[in-house]
């Protein structure tokens, strides 16, 4: 069965710092992974995608199939980048993590 | 583009009774997938269309259905609606579906009340 983890509800960062947000799967084929955000009082919308292996607001993902991971980073956070994450593996969502950028 | 729209945005609804929940979406997806959202389950897949014909479903009960329409427009209905059933009801839209890399294009959802 698939699954997606997301070990952290909350993650807070400071401005200008480095953010990793950690999604980990469990799938038996080959993973169609994404990565979703939504911003405060919008609807969920896609971030990125393994299979575009590009960067989105500064944005980053690798998917790492011995690790069975695919963690969302980026260098310098912002404050704009507060939001709910949602790692996707197919119709599987993570159950969120919320990250707060604090200035 | 216009993007996915869910109908209506607000219900109120007694245990018991049953609900119809619409979603239209964007033009030219053929892939209608639907979502509960409450903050003790996060994001839970119900079911998706493709085609008119469901594709993949979730683990919920059958009292949960949808159907899909010629124009890709999808209906979802609750029956016997219980205390649990309340919640935020998600639609999405894809090309062809997130299974084949094609990303998801979400609504703004119902929000459904069973008092």
């Known amino acids: 069965a698939q699954r997606v983890t997301q070990p952290e509800k909350l993650l807070s960062v400071f401005k200008g710092a480095p953010v990793e947000l950690k999604c980990n799967y469990s799938y038996s084929g080959s993973p169609e992974l994404f990565w979703y955000v939504q911003y405060s009082r919008q609807r969920l919308q896609l971030l990125l995608r393994h299979i575009s292996r590009e960067s989105i607001k500064g944005f980053t993902a690798d998917l790492n199939k011995g690790e069975t991971s695919f963690h969302l980073k980026k260098p310098f956070a912002q404050e704009e980048d507060s939001a709910m994450y949602y790692c996707a593996l197919e119709s599987t969502f993570g159950d969120g993590t919320t990250l707060t950028v604090k200035p | 583009k216009a993007g996915v729209t869910q109908t209506p945005r607000y219900l109120i609804k007694t245990r018991g009774q049953q609900v119809t929940l619409s979603c239209s979406p964007i033009?030219?997806?053929?892939?209608v997938s639907w979502y509960q959202q409450t903050p003790g389950q996060g994001l839970q897949f119900l079911f998706e269309y493709f085609s008119e014909t469901q594709r993949n479903k979730g683990n919920f009960p059958g009292r949960f259905s949808g159907r899909q329409f010629s124009n890709s427009r999808s209906e979802m209905n609750v029956s016997t609606l219980e205390l649990g059933d309340s919640a935020l009801y998600l639609c999405?839209?894809?090309?062809?579906?997130?299974?084949?890399?094609?990303?998801?294009?979400f609504g703004n959802g119902t929000r459904l009340t069973v008092t």
């Open positions: 999405a839209s894809s090309l062809t579906g997130q299974r084949y890399n094609s990303p998801l294009h």
């Open positions: 033009s030219g997806h053929r892939s």
